[in-house]
């Protein structure tokens, strides 16, 4: 491959004398050298291939039991100074980061290849993309990179001669979870990851670029850089409108992005822009545009299946990497969350350690955390815009968390401020996307509490400005599909359902859709929802649809313990809101409310 650009070979040169790799490995994204690398790989034992006819063209793969989830305890934003990193973010100053990793870099990639992996964030010729060069020791990085990225010679050429491209240097080196680092170079544009095979620590164009240098470059130039899904929601006249929401990792965001209406709803279709990351950028017109920046997705495996996501079941079925997944004795892939074969004889768990399935105390088949890495083009909802290079115009923006109790089930800002706040104040129970606790409820403002490469006060105030510029705003709501009962069941039936939620939301845009104020936003009625078939009881109704005010003035003194992490630097607008909320919740009265009333 021809490499004319000289500050990507002089990059090249000097990580190959600090690390010291058996051969320096150019990729070019090509399917001839795509298929080479899978054959290295399963030599190599990377990666196990699976069933023929069943997994046409996909393998499967086993990390490191140390290693198979984000470890946020090890990743830090390294800027010049604690207080731009902020305190919801590990920091490290910049000098002592690159002492101290360089010293593990220092040889790490002995007896390894080094690839090469230039990879375009977002279309061709788009105004919203952006050029990183990832140089990695793992051949099962540089096979992930070719399902996530636009990779090889189509980046070089986007890059040109520029020297505005990311550095991102990764090795496996020893997988030592106590020298493990994912550091972050905002000003620098440079990312350096150690000790990790996982994805979300070693896959650098994701949440490393994407989200953590990217949301930083979008605060200097002017956009948004998010940890959100992009659909298009086609009605029955063909008029397409487009919806962007940020949910925690293991959340549903997947399961949305590519939602499957249920049968009622057949003349409405849903169309996959991205079901992860979006780049939003203020249009010429006044709205605001997004882009999906990736080509692939990188899925979480358990909990998927023909019930809950059946476009996400289709576009796994071939040319598919799979983690950490058990595996039956006819080499096919099985997580918590599928069918089992009537013979559960000779699985496999994600160790690759026999396992019974039906030994209720054998441990689980599949890592909490299992993913697959599927192209974004292989899904049946897959939208043409996708390759947009303008983006698609966004009109509602969605802030969704998992909370058993509390919050409705959804409910629309009054304005872009205080839609804002409702991003700023967003708190969700934690998932095993991450180590640590789950089912913990945590602050997680606008899904990026891990992702936000600076500092979360200023990024607040970047969102405020964001839609000073903006003439038509997209309406801003907050979601919660997982409120549960007095026994602990989810109350609302999601999945398909989902889609009376998003013509609402719809509707709202539009200036139609029943609604009532309330002290923290407007909620839709059960009319509104067409839900008085789905058999929900009026109890039920009422906990999906009503406000606990009490417990909302708890919570809002909570949420100023939150800000107050940051000293001051909150912009007044949020104390505004915050302070105009507690007003709203003084003087309401609650009634008793007839919303749980069918009419």
């Known amino acids: 491959m021809d490499v004319p650009n000289p500050s990507v070979l002089q990059w090249v040169n000097e990580t190959a004398r600090l690390t010291q790799p058996k051969e320096v490995v150019w990729l070019d994204g090509s399917e001839e050298e795509y298929r080479r690398l899978q054959a290295e790989a399963v030599q190599g034992g990377h990666l196990i291939p699976l069933n023929r006819e069943k997994h046409?063209?996909?393998?499967?793969?086993?990390?490191?039991?140390?290693?198979?989830?984000r470890t946020e305890h090890c990743t830090y934003i390294c800027t010049p100074t604690k207080d731009e990193a902020g305190p919801t973010n590990n920091w490290i100053a910049p000098e002592e980061a690159y002492a101290t990793l360089g010293k593990l870099f220092q040889g790490a990639m002995r007896g390894r290849a080094m690839?090469?992996?230039?990879?375009?964030?977002?279309?061709?010729?788009?105004?919203f993309s952006r050029v990183g060069v990832q140089l990695t020791d793992s051949i099962y990085v540089a096979i992930n990179m070719r399902i996530m990225t636009r990779m090889g010679s189509v980046a070089l050429e986007e890059l040109g001669s520029s020297d505005r491209f990311v550095r991102c240097l990764h090795s496996l080196g020893t997988l030592d979870p106590k020298h493990r680092y994912i550091c972050h170079f905002p000003q620098d544009r440079t990312i350096w990851s150690i000790n990790s095979g996982y994805g979300g620590n070693a896959l650098l164009s994701k949440k490393c670029f994407a989200l953590r240098?990217?949301?930083?470059?979008?605060?200097?130039?002017?956009?948004?850089?998010e940890h959100m899904f992009i659909m298009g929601v086609e009605d029955p006249a063909g008029k397409v409108t487009y919806i962007a929401g940020a949910l925690p990792s293991a959340c549903g965001k997947t399961n949305l992005a590519m939602l499957r209406p249920s049968a009622k709803f057949n003349g409405y279709r849903v169309w996959c822009v991205g079901d992860d990351i979006a780049w939003l950028r203020v249009g010429k017109d006044g709205r605001l545009y997004a882009i999906n920046p990736e080509a692939g997705f990188f899925g979480v495996a358990p909990g998927t299946s023909m019930k809950t996501n059946p476009n996400m079941m289709e576009t796994i079925s071939r040319n598919s990497l799979f983690t950490n997944v058990a595996m039956g004795p006819d080499q096919t892939v099985w997580w918590e969350g599928l069918d089992?074969?009537?013979d559960t004889s000779g699985f496999l768990d994600w160790q690759g350690r026999p396992w019974d399935p039906k030994d209720k105390d054998g441990g689980k088949g599949a890592h909490p955390n299992s993913r697959f890495t599927t192209p974004v083009k292989q899904c049946p909802v897959y939208s043409p815009k996708?390759?947009?290079?303008?983006?698609?115009?966004?009109?509602?923006?969605?802030?969704?968390?998992?909370?058993s109790a509390l919050v409705p089930m959804i409910y629309e800002a009054f304005n872009w401020a205080h839609g804002v706040f409702l991003g700023a104040t967003l708190a969700s129970e934690t998932t095993a996307a991450a180590t640590g606790a789950t089912g913990v409820v945590r602050r997680d403002p606008m899904a990026m509490l891990p992702f936000c490469g600076y500092n979360m006060a200023d990024y607040f105030g970047h969102w405020l400005r964001m839609g000073q510029r903006l003439t038509q705003p997209p309406k801003i709501f907050r979601v919660n599909w997982f409120r549960v009962d007095e026994r602990g069941k989810f109350i609302w039936p999601g999945f398909g359902e989902n889609i009376r939620a998003i013509r609402w939301i719809i509707d709202r845009c539009t200036g139609r859709g029943e609604a009532r104020r309330t002290p923290i936003g407007y909620l839709p009625t059960v009319s509104a929802l067409e839900g008085e078939e789905l058999g929900i009881s009026k109890e039920g109704w009422r906990t999906l649809l009503s406000v606990d005010r009490e417990g909302w003035v708890e919570a809002a003194k909570r949420q100023s313990e939150f800000f107050d992490k940051f000293g001051g630097r909150i912009p007044p607008e949020i104390l505004d809101e915050q302070k105009a909320l507690m007003e709203r919740l003084k003087a309401w009265q609650e009634e008793e409310e007839e919303l749980a009333a069918p009419r």
Do not use: N, T
């Open 340 to 342: 089992l074969p009537a």
């Open 386 to 403: 996708w390759d947009d290079p303008e983006g698609v115009p966004i009109s509602a923006i969605l802030f969704g968390c998992r909370r």
């Open 56 to 69: 046409p063209d996909s393998y499967l793969h086993r990390s490191d039991p140390s290693d198979v989830a």
């Open 115 to 127: 690839y090469v992996v230039p990879f375009l964030m977002g279309p061709k010729g788009s105004p």
């Open 213 to 225: 240098v990217a949301s930083w470059l979008g605060e200097q130039e002017g956009w948004l850089a």
